[in-house]
């Protein structure tokens, strides 16, 4: 790559094709009417340089899918007018920099899959008001709690925390987040009460069309108003989370079914008849429970 090429050329966008491999390259500070950087999917190596957090314009930083390594020098920063950092799939390493919260225009952040350490900011309602797509998921140290806040994120389309060190209570407040399409909260240690009381208040998304809460201690009872969950809701998976009760005869409702996986749980009695109502359903999986009576016609026809 000829860098004094690019600067000459005062780009605005610059996107790299696939299959690019190298560094990101120091001179990278000259473009500085850049706003969009966008170098996803390549094998670029080495770390970030600090110069690009001089580029004050920039609203896209997209280098997602790459082999980058190295700290995040997010203190000395002055992208302010950053809209969507999208980091995921490489190796930056320690500590979460807590200094992208503060960026109050950011709408997406992903993080997914870096060796970062931290937790989630407990006033994140307050200073990430615009929030739209929230992606950290498989961290290798996210720790602490779910903040109550995270309801003032009112925005939030897209939520992906799973396969963290999460812990404590799922918010109640997750209720509030009407715009929620999307939940994954699998592979963490999270708690609920006996009653699943934040199920009741999910049950106001109504465009959730993905809840995914695999592998968490939840300990509780499903209730009868799961069946009161988004008519839009595609995949429900909570295997192994410690489910008792009853599958409700309720989730007839839940009619754009795709997926239902509520396997190695400590369901009870039967299978209800009007699951023959969930005429979408492509995956079922009630394996592990304690389950009992026919698996009749209803089922057979699906
Ligand atoms: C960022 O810009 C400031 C002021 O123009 C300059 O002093 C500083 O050295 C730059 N930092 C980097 C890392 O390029
Ligand atoms: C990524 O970097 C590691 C070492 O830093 C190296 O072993 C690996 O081959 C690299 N992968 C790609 C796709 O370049
Ligand atoms: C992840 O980060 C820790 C310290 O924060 C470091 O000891 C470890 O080597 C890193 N692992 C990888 C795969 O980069
Ligand atoms: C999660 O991260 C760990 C450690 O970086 C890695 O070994 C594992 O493959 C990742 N899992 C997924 C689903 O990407
Ligand atoms: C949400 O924001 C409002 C207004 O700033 C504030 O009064 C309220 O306490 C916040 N809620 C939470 C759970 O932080
Ligand atoms: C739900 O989705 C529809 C169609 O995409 C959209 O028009 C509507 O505004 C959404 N409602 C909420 C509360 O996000
Ligand atoms: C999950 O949390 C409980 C306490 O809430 C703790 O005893 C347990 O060790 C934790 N498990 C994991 C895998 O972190
Ligand atoms: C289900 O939702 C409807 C409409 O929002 C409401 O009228 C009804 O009471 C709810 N049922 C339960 C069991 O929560
Ligand atoms: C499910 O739908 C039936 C009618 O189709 C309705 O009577 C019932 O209240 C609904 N259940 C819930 C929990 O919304
Ligand atoms: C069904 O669930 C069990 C227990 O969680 C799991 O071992 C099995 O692989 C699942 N089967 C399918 C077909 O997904």
Redesign the pocket.
């Known amino acids: 790559m000829n860098t004094s090429t690019i600067v000459s050329y005062n780009f605005r966008i610059l996107f790299f094709c696939t299959l690019i491999s190298g560094i990101i390259p120091q001179e990278i500070e000259n473009l500085v009417n850049l706003v969009e950087l966008a170098m996803e999917k390549n094998q670029i190596t080495g770390s970030v340089p600090i110069s690009i957090f001089n580029i004050s314009l920039l609203q896209i930083l997209s280098v997602w899918e790459n082999n980058l ?1 190295g700290f995040l020098p997010w203190e000395k920063s002055s992208l302010i007018e950053l809209e969507e950092l999208r980091l995921a799939f490489n ?1 930056f ?2 500590s979460l920099p807590m200094e992208i919260f503060n960026i109050l225009g950011l709408r997406v952040i992903d993080l997914t899959n870096n ?1 970062l ?1 931290g937790s989630l900011p407990p006033n994140m309602g307050s200073i990430l008001p615009n929030i739209e797509e929230l992606y950290m998921g498989n961290l ?1 140290n996210l720790v602490g709690n779910i903040p109550h806040s995270i309801s003032n994120c009112s925005k939030l389309t897209i939520l992906e925390l799973s396969s963290n060190k999460l812990i404590g209570l799922i918010p109640y407040s997750l209720g509030y987040l009407t715009h929620l399409q999307y939940l994954n909260l699998g592979g963490n240690n999270l708690t609920s009460d006996s009653s699943l009381s934040f199920l009741i208040s999910l049950t106001n998304c109504r465009n959730l069309t993905t809840l995914a809460l695999y592998l968490n201690p939840l300990n509780g009872m499903l209730p009868a108003f799961a069946g009161n969950l988004s008519t839009s809701l595609r995949t429900f998976v909570a295997y192994s989370c410690k489910i008792k009760g009853r599958i409700p005869n309720d989730f007839r409702n839940l009619s754009s079914l795709l997926y239902l996986d509520l396997s190695a749980n400590s369901l009870a009695g039967s299978i209800p008849i009007t699951i023959g109502n969930l005429r979408n359903l492509q995956r079922f999986n009630l394996s592990n429970n304690k389950l009992t009576g026919f698996i009749g016609d209803h089922i057979c026809k699906l």
């Open positions: 390594s190796s390493g320690g060796n350490s290798t």
